[in-house]
């Protein structure tokens, strides 16, 4: 019974509260009621999308992570605006990676950041979730991108994530 | 407003002009469906957040306090934006949309 009334992702209920104060004009006591509703109700009608609970651990270490992925945003894009205004035809490819994290929510963070991070899109995910298929714009060492990949993006989450 | 903010906010709109033109000149350029997805989801990222930073900029050195709004506005790009790129890649590789000659590696069957 407390589970159908309470909470089930008080982070997300949090995140809901302060983003719905953030779009209107300025907190007022509406603004409180009707985030402190949304806060309540969003997270019990897609409760079914959340099969278990994020299990993390060290999440403090996830503003140096986003940190790190705005710094990579920067200096990629400015790496692909030179591959776009260069003459020279880029050498796509399709690349298998292997993932090892485990959680689905650390997963999907990791597809959403080589989504991001130009010269990567992460295009699918195998059922079992052990192989992301990653499209990458111009490269001549795939290996190269799932060593980097790997070291910059994926450890880091292996860290925050059980 | 300051002279220097002044400066620095022409910037960030031209920084962002330069980068969402790339976008746009890559889409052009770009020889199959999957490469002419980076342009789009990638430009767009530094584009828009160089405009929204000038945004944030001018309404604070206004006096009109920073807009949380913008900043909200750029945090759903960067949500949304690798969702969208992900479910077009699925739907070209469903449509059995062709890699241009020379890719490394296949698109998986759907």
């Known amino acids: 019974m407390s589970t159908r009334l309470g909470f089930p992702q008080p982070f997300l209920s949090v995140i809901l509260f302060c983003v719905w104060q953030l779009l209107g004009d300025g907190v007022s006591g509406a603004s409180i009621i009707v985030g402190l509703v949304l806060a309540w109700l969003l997270p019990q009608l ?34 692909v605006a030179r591959l776009v205004l260069n003459p020279r035809q880029p050498e796509p490819a399709f690349i298998n990676y292997p993932v090892t994290l485990e959680n689905p929510l650390a997963i999907t963070i990791l597809a959403s950041t080589v989504s991001l ?34 070291r910059r993006y994926e450890a880091p989450l292996l860290e925050m994530f059980k | 407003m300051s002279v220097v903010t002044e400066y620095a906010l022409s910037a960030l709109l031209l920084i962002g002009g330069f980068f969402t033109l790339v976008g746009a000149i890559g889409l052009v350029r770009l020889p199959d469906f999957y490469t002419r997805l980076h342009a789009p989801t990638k430009a767009t990222t530094l584009g828009v957040g160089a405009i929204m930073l000038a945004s944030v900029g001018y309404f604070s050195s ?12 750029t ?23 062709k890699p241009v000659a020379g890719t490394k590696g296949n698109p998986w069957e759907q």
């Open chain 1, 46 to 79: 897609t409760r079914g999308f959340w099969p278990e609970r994020p299990a993390t651990r060290k999440l403090w270490l996830m503003p140096v992570y986003v940190l790190r992925v705005l710094v990579d945003i920067v200096m990629a894009s400015i790496s």
């Open chain 1, 117 to 150: 991070t130009p010269g990567t899109v992460s295009a699918d995910i195998s059922d079992d979730y052990q192989v992301l298929l990653i499209h990458a714009l111009d490269t001549q060492d795939p290996d190269q991108v799932i060593a980097d990949i790997r």
């Open chain 2, 75 to 97: 945090v759903f790009l960067l949500l949304t934006a690798p969702v969208s790129a992900n479910i077009i890649a699925k739907a070209a590789m469903h449509l059995d949309e």
């Open chain 2, 62 to 73: 206004t006096g009109a306090g920073p807009g949380a709004s913008e900043i909200l506005i």
